[in-house]
């Protein structure tokens, strides 16, 4: 069963209950209003928490979940989460945080931030979904697909533009959506998408994952600690920290992440690879002196 909440695309439950609240019975309706009351904390305690706050039977609160199209009060929370991360997400939530602030410095605060965190990202990537990642990548008789949002965009290409010196049949989608409605037509079964996205989430991106798995994809995911949605439709994830010394979110420890599967990539497929690169090279420097 959909969840509701995550198809319409709004982003928002606490619209999402209000809309609602004329279908609902009469207990539901006080689930509802107990959460908007405290939005978004009473919902993300326990069903007997939230039952005993709207002075309404536990078995109550599981049918006004289900009753806003989710398909249980685990989904109905994983998504007030998700949305919670989202807002925490935003630049302007950011501004005045105390650790912006460095009593030594910028360039020492930036390098002890980003130190850290691509270590850390580092340190906790799983290392099996790392060697599925590359395994997958380096398989010529794999179609390599990536795309990604509006900065993880240039991740995608960054990635891709190597694999393509490294190996054939690799594509990155541009971010029309008519380019985008083309790379779910042309799926087929086996092929690989890498996609990137980090908070807050890209829900053109989430639907363009979940139409390809659908066709049969193998989705590679590239997103922050917190997983972008899409991550229920991938077999692989690589979360990266996004901390910065700033309001925005960094891409740093995410490039880090592409850097190590480059590498990766380029030792699997060892003379292969080389014998393509130097192919390319030779087919730049041609045209180069002919002046094309």
């Known amino acids: 069963m959909a969840d509701a909440a995550q198809d319409t695309g709004d982003g928002s439950v606490s619209a999402l209950i209000r809309r609602?609240?004329?279908?609902?019975?009469?207990?539901?309706?006080?689930?509802?209003?107990a959460i908007v009351a405290n939005y978004p904390i009473a919902g993300l305690g326990t069903v007997a928490e939230l039952a005993q706050r709207a002075s309404v039977s536990p078995p109550t609160v599981v049918r006004f979940v289900t009753r806003l199209g989710f398909s249980g009060y685990p989904a109905f929370q994983k998504r007030?989460?998700?949305?919670?991360?989202?807002?925490?997400?935003s630049p302007l939530e950011q501004y005045g945080r105390d650790d912006l602030r460095s009593e030594d410095g910028e360039l020492a605060h930036a390098s002890r931030v980003f130190s850290e965190s691509i270590i850390t990202t580092l340190g906790d990537l799983p290392e099996s979904e790392f060697e599925r990642t590359v395994a997958m990548l380096s398989d010529p008789r794999r179609r390599i697909r990536l795309i990604g949002g509006r900065f993880s965009q240039l991740l995608a290409e960054y990635l891709g533009a190597h694999l393509m010196l490294l190996?054939?049949?690799?594509d990155v989608?541009?971010?029309?959506?008519?380019?985008?409605?083309?790379a779910v037509s042309d799926t087929r079964r086996g092929d690989v998408v890498v996609v990137f996205d980090y908070r807050r989430y890209d829900q053109?991106?989430?639907?363009?994952?979940?139409?390809?798995?659908d066709r049969g994809a193998e989705l590679v995911l590239f997103t922050d600690r917190w997983l972008s949605p899409a991550a229920d439709e991938a077999g692989t994830v690589l979360p990266a920290n996004v901390d910065a010394p700033s309001p925005f979110d960094s891409l740093v420890p995410a490039m880090a992440v592409v850097e190590t599967v480059i590498a990766g990539v380029t030792d699997?497929?060892?003379?292969?690879?080389?014998?393509?690169?130097?192919?390319?090279?030779?087919?730049?420097?041609?045209?180069?002196?002919?002046?094309d």
């Open 268 to 291: 699997r497929l060892g003379e292969t690879g080389r014998r393509r690169v130097e192919a390319m090279e030779e087919l730049r420097t041609s045209s180069a002196d002919r002046g």
């Open 80 to 89: 007030l989460v998700r949305e919670v991360q989202e807002r925490l997400g």
């Open 204 to 213: 053109a991106i989430v639907r363009f994952s979940r139409r390809v798995a």
């Open 167 to 170: 190996r054939p049949d690799v």
């Open 173 to 182: 989608v541009p971010g029309d959506e008519f380019s985008r409605l083309a």
């Open 20 to 33: 609602s609240l004329d279908t609902l019975s009469s207990g539901e309706r006080k689930v509802g209003r």
